[in-house]
């Protein structure tokens, strides 16, 4: 079945500096899901991209299909961005399988 | 207020006994799902339901179930609890089936003694 991977596992930066967050997937997949989840736990979508470049707000997601993976690009980091950033790759009338998370901390 | 609803926010129970939890959505989204984060805060889906199809996660046992009595209500029964089933559940819907832009609720935490 589909595997996920995403990395780093951890990563710390300063206000300001960008992010770049990196998941491979083990098939070929047509939905790609980048999530957030915060500190106290709750979990909210933020960007669907099963292919190309995609922008909302200061997120860039670039998914190459066919070299099965995707990244999550966060410009000018915020503290209100540190929580967990999940990946999750399916095909439509199946299951999405979740990665194991990025965890960011974003340091004043 | 238009959000995804999910009660009880934490529950307690042994091994062995039937418990439910419900979710409600008043997105007016035709889809609905259900995850399970284990405490070391790996996702899995376990369920997506419209009104046309149910997907079932093939690894979730059969003691899990979903109930949905229409498309704003997606709630879940395990009929005997295990240990293992200790987790957050979380509920999100959807407007659509391909699962863009899910909006999820604040969670079901289960502690199984």
């Known amino acids: 079945g589909q595997q996920v991977q995403q990395s780093p596992a951890s990563l710390v930066l300063q206000e300001g500096e960008n992010a770049e967050l990196q998941c491979n997937f083990s098939s070929t997949a047509t939905q790609l899901q980048w999530f957030y989840q915060s500190p106290g736990g709750s979990l909210v979508s933020l960007l669907s991209n099963p292919s190309g470049t995609k922008h909302t707000g200061r997120l860039t997601s670039t998914t190459v299909t066919k070299e099965r993976r995707s990244s999550l690009h966060i410009s000018s980091s915020q503290t209100t961005d540190s929580g967990t950033y999940l990946c999750?790759?399916?095909?439509?009338?199946?299951?999405?399988?979740f990665g194991t998370g990025t965890k960011l901390q974003v340091v004043p | 207020e238009t959000a995804v609803f999910q009660t009880p926010n934490y529950h307690v129970t042994q091994v062995g006994n039937e418990v439910s939890f419900n979710c409600k959505q008043t997105?007016?989204?035709?889809?609905m799902y259900w995850y399970k984060q284990d405490s070391k805060k790996l996702l899995k889906i376990m369920f997506s339901y419209n009104n046309k199809q149910l997907i079932v996660n093939e690894t979730v046992p059969r003691r899990f179930s979903p109930q949905s009595s229409d498309k704003a209500h997606l709630n879940l029964r395990i009929k005997s609890v295990e240990p293992e089933d200790s987790a957050v559940y979380l509920c999100a819907s959807s407007f659509d089936w391909d699962q863009d832009t899910q909006y999820f609720g604040p969670g079901t935490r289960l502690l199984v003694l």
């Open positions: 999750a790759s399916g095909n439509s009338g199946t299951y999405q399988r």
């Open positions: 997105l007016g989204h035709d889809t």
